[in-house]
């Protein structure tokens, strides 16, 4: 199907015109888990999977917004458009005016190339990950090359927010303290760049001295040593090398052929995950409803039969397999 196809809905062909009113529509609509979505998400899958998705994740004050806003400043220069989800409505992002000045980011920006949004990170009936995979095929679609997703360090979003993301960088600053527990708890795991953050504030080489250790000591199954950059969003600097850095494992996921295999691997889980929702949900109400549950009930609760049985019975009655 093309951009002018008559067969596309309306919305969708709106997006891929670059309608950022409808871009903000129906991202509201798929948070909200609204229906009427479907043929719009349907009809533009085949215009994604162009887009570099990279996962901004650590823990709170860290920096992660502060960042992104250098980051996209850098990509902007280099001539890429981007798209930026916070997963977390407390998670502002300062739009490369003030740092520090902290304004929500559902702002329109005044430059074309950029589109902010943010999400509540509770709520979403399917998961976060599921919700975040949706907007950012949207933004893929609208046409941004590149979507950053910050998430704020509660560790088990962070892990799934990697299943949208190719590359997924983890925030750190100089005095890693506790932070280091929670990194062997999972953020370790996660990370393919590490980047410590407020490196204009001192302890930053000690830290990550540290961190170079740990990822020399981590064996990962695809071969990968995560990288460790010193930046600092305030300084402006490493941005370029935090940037080189996410590409250098971009290359490692096409030279190695992973890209293509995690990305199967991920398809998979999603239409299994979707048949698997449909399934319960068509069919506990028809389970619900059906006249023989009365009947096995009655024998349940005499002690004739036991439940399991029951429950066999049930399907049985329904056909299922
Ligand atoms: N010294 C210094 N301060 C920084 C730097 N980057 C960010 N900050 C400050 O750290 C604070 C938190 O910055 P944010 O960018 O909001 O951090 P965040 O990780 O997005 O915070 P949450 O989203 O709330 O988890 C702000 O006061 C920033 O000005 C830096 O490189 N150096
Ligand atoms: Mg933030």
Redo the contacts with the bound molecule.
């Keep these: 199907m093309t951009v002018g196809s008559p067969a596309l809905p309306p919305a969708a062909r709106r997006i891929l015109r670059h309608d950022r009113g409808e871009l903000a529509r129906t991202i509201s609509a798929v948070e909200n888990h609204d229906p009427r979505v479907l043929p719009t998400i349907r009809a533009l899958y085949p215009h994604t999977g162009h887009a570099l998705v990279v996962g901004i994740a650590?823990?709170?004050?860290?920096?992660?917004?502060?960042?992104i806003n250098v980051i996209l400043e850098h990509l902007r220069s280099l001539g890429k458009t981007v798209g930026v989800i916070g997963v977390?409505p407390?998670?502002?992002f300062?739009g490369g005016s003030v740092?520090?000045d902290?304004i929500r980011i559902d702002r329109p920006s005044k430059d074309d190339g950029v589109y902010f949004r943010s999400m509540a990170s509770r709520g979403h009936a399917g998961g976060i990950a599921a919700t975040t995979r949706e907007v950012s095929r949207l933004l893929d679609a609208f046409g941004f090359n590149v979507v950053l997703v910050?998430t704020?360090?509660s560790g088990q979003v962070d892990v799934e927010i990697r299943q949208v993301a190719s590359t997924s960088v983890v925030?750190l600053v100089p005095h890693l303290g506790d932070e280091v527990q929670s990194l062997k708890a999972g953020l370790f795991e996660i990370a393919d760049v590490f980047c410590v953050?407020?490196?204009?504030?001192p302890g930053a080489d000690g830290a990550a001295r540290y961190l170079q250790e740990m990822a020399g000591l981590a064996l990962r199954a695809d071969g990968w040593r995560p990288k460790v950059v010193q930046?600092?969003?305030?300084?402006r600097s490493g941005i370029a090398q935090l940037w080189d850095a996410i590409e250098a494992h971009e290359a490692h996921l096409d030279s190695t052929g992973q890209r293509a295999s995690a990305q199967r691997a991920r398809l998979k889980a999603e239409i299994v995950e979707l048949a698997r929702e449909a399934l319960v949900e068509r069919w506990s109400d028809r389970l619900s409803r059906n006249a023989e549950l009365g009947r096995l009930l009655d024998q349940v609760e005499s002690r004739q039969v036991d439940p399991h049985t029951a429950a066999d019975r049930l399907l049985r009655k329904l056909g299922s397999p």
């Design positions: 650590g823990p709170l004050g860290v920096g992660k917004s502060s960042l977390d407390s998670s502002p300062s740092l520090g902290r910050e704020v360090g925030v953050n407020k490196a204009d504030l930046a600092s969003a305030v300084a």
